[in-house]
């Protein structure tokens, strides 16, 4: 009897494939007291933006299961908390209470046992920062205990940047480490976190975290100290539009912030009075707005006196110019010199004081 060669191979191919191990799956069991919710809504980035699933939750206990291209910080948002959680392809495990989400117990991911641990190296600053945060509230209107406040508060972000450095450079293939340089990233200015950046791995730089961070990188490089503002143009509360460069020749702060923002509706007041203080020594604020409803726009300006130009094309995070300068986050400022030069970024509170004091002199 004759077999054909093409049966044999089909059927060779067929037994190899049977036994291939099937690759692991990612899945979630939670147990959450207090979790009052119907449904919950797990984000895993992808590309620019992220995939969302919904999943059914009763009596706080859900399941999920799906696949994790690689080892990274997902999300799980409910109706009052979100929980962050790296996640691969394995079997998690989450216990606790809602209330208390930074203390839930998650087993089950090797890369969530790596971020717990570094977060247990950094305890003691972070111990020494929310006792700081308490502090606040005692110091507003005393400048020169809030400026000694923030110094403080610096020195701690300084302390907790350097360990992070350190961690990198000793786990340079981490997806922990690749969090921690995104998190920079996202407020950091570009020359410090380039150098962070280039302590991952070559392989770590090949994910699609470490291109997303290098995609990020190239956009605040653009909006360095040290750089020519982009010029753009923008309408008024009125619709006129106005360009950037027409305060050139003034000290300009460009001030971006939104009507929903609490940060910012909360810095307004320091803003303001910095205007006040420093308007007649070659100085000016242009807000740009993160609004995307006009009257609500209109509204805040009015109510917290704002009396600066004020900037949108209410498209709110889509804002055309703040997608330019990479901005994810507000409230965030630029301090322009005359030529249009970015001197610095991130001033607020005392600070904000004490930089124009020194330059406005």
Same mark, same amino acid.
């Given at each position: 009897m004759k077999i054909h060669t093409k049966l044999l191979s089909a059927a060779a191919l067929l037994a190899v494939a049977c036994h291939q191990p099937q690759q692991p799956a990612a899945s979630i069991t939670a147990t959450i007291t207090g979790l009052k919710d119907s449904v919950i809504y797990l984000s895993i980035p992808v590309a620019d933006?992220?995939?969302?699933?919904?999943?059914?939750?009763?009596?706080?206990? !859900?399941t999920w299961t799906g696949k994790i291209e690689e080892p990274q910080k997902i999300y799980i948002m409910t109706s009052s908390r979100y929980i962050e959680l790296f996640m691969e392809n394995a079997a998690v495990t989450i216990k606790g209470n809602i209330d208390s989400v930074d203390q839930l117990q998650i087993t089950g991911s090797a890369s969530q046992d790596a971020y717990t641990a570094y977060q247990k190296s950094i305890e003691d600053l972070t111990a020494q920062r929310d006792t700081l945060y308490s502090k606040y509230q005692t110091v507003q209107g005393n400048d020169t205990a809030e400026l000694a406040l923030e110094?403080?508060?610096? %020195?701690l972000r300084a302390q907790n940047r350097a360990r992070s450095v350190a961690y990198v450079k000793a786990h340079p293939e981490s997806p922990v480490s690749l969090s921690l340089v995104s998190d920079m990233a996202t407020f950091g200015e570009y020359a410090p976190v380039d150098s962070v950046y280039q302590l991952l791995s070559p392989a770590a730089r090949q994910t699609a975290v470490g291109k997303r961070i290098a995609a990020r990188l190239a956009v605040i490089k653009k909006s360095a100290i040290g750089q020519p503002m982009i010029d753009f143009t923008q309408a008024d509360v009125n619709g006129k539009p106005v360009r950037l460069s027409d305060f050139k020749g003034k000290y300009v =702060? =460009?001030? !971006?912030? *939104?009507s929903w923002c609490g940060p910012c509706r909360a810095e307004n007041p320091n803003v303001l009075k910095a205007y006040n203080k420093f308007k007649d020594k070659n100085f000016t604020v242009v807000g740009v707005s993160l609004d995307d409803k006009a009257d609500k726009w209109k509204e805040a300006i009015a109510k917290d006196g704002m009396p600066w130009m004020q900037l949108s094309d209410l498209k709110g995070f889509r804002n055309e110019v703040a997608r330019e300068y990479g901005i994810q986050a507000i409230p965030c400022s630029f301090l322009i010199d005359p030529q249009g030069i970015i001197i610095a970024k991130e001033l607020r509170g *005392?600070?904000?004081?004490? %930089? =124009? *004091?020194?330059? =406005?002199?």
């Amino acid at each position: 009897m004759k077999i054909h060669t093409k049966l044999l191979s089909a059927a060779a191919l067929l037994a190899v494939a049977c036994h291939q191990p099937q690759q692991p799956a990612a899945s979630i069991t939670a147990t959450i007291t207090g979790l009052k919710d119907s449904v919950i809504y797990l984000s895993i980035p992808v590309a620019d933006s992220a995939k969302s699933d919904t999943v059914k939750v009763k009596d706080g206990q !859900f399941t999920w299961t799906g696949k994790i291209e690689e080892p990274q910080k997902i999300y799980i948002m409910t109706s009052s908390r979100y929980i962050e959680l790296f996640m691969e392809n394995a079997a998690v495990t989450i216990k606790g209470n809602i209330d208390s989400v930074d203390q839930l117990q998650i087993t089950g991911s090797a890369s969530q046992d790596a971020y717990t641990a570094y977060q247990k190296s950094i305890e003691d600053l972070t111990a020494q920062r929310d006792t700081l945060y308490s502090k606040y509230q005692t110091v507003q209107g005393n400048d020169t205990a809030e400026l000694a406040l923030e110094n403080q508060i610096e %020195a701690l972000r300084a302390q907790n940047r350097a360990r992070s450095v350190a961690y990198v450079k000793a786990h340079p293939e981490s997806p922990v480490s690749l969090s921690l340089v995104s998190d920079m990233a996202t407020f950091g200015e570009y020359a410090p976190v380039d150098s962070v950046y280039q302590l991952l791995s070559p392989a770590a730089r090949q994910t699609a975290v470490g291109k997303r961070i290098a995609a990020r990188l190239a956009v605040i490089k653009k909006s360095a100290i040290g750089q020519p503002m982009i010029d753009f143009t923008q309408a008024d509360v009125n619709g006129k539009p106005v360009r950037l460069s027409d305060f050139k020749g003034k000290y300009v =702060l =460009l001030d !971006f912030w *939104a009507s929903w923002c609490g940060p910012c509706r909360a810095e307004n007041p320091n803003v303001l009075k910095a205007y006040n203080k420093f308007k007649d020594k070659n100085f000016t604020v242009v807000g740009v707005s993160l609004d995307d409803k006009a009257d609500k726009w209109k509204e805040a300006i009015a109510k917290d006196g704002m009396p600066w130009m004020q900037l949108s094309d209410l498209k709110g995070f889509r804002n055309e110019v703040a997608r330019e300068y990479g901005i994810q986050a507000i409230p965030c400022s630029f301090l322009i010199d005359p030529q249009g030069i970015i001197i610095a970024k991130e001033l607020r509170g *005392a600070k904000l004081h004490t %930089a =124009l *004091a020194e330059i =406005l002199k």
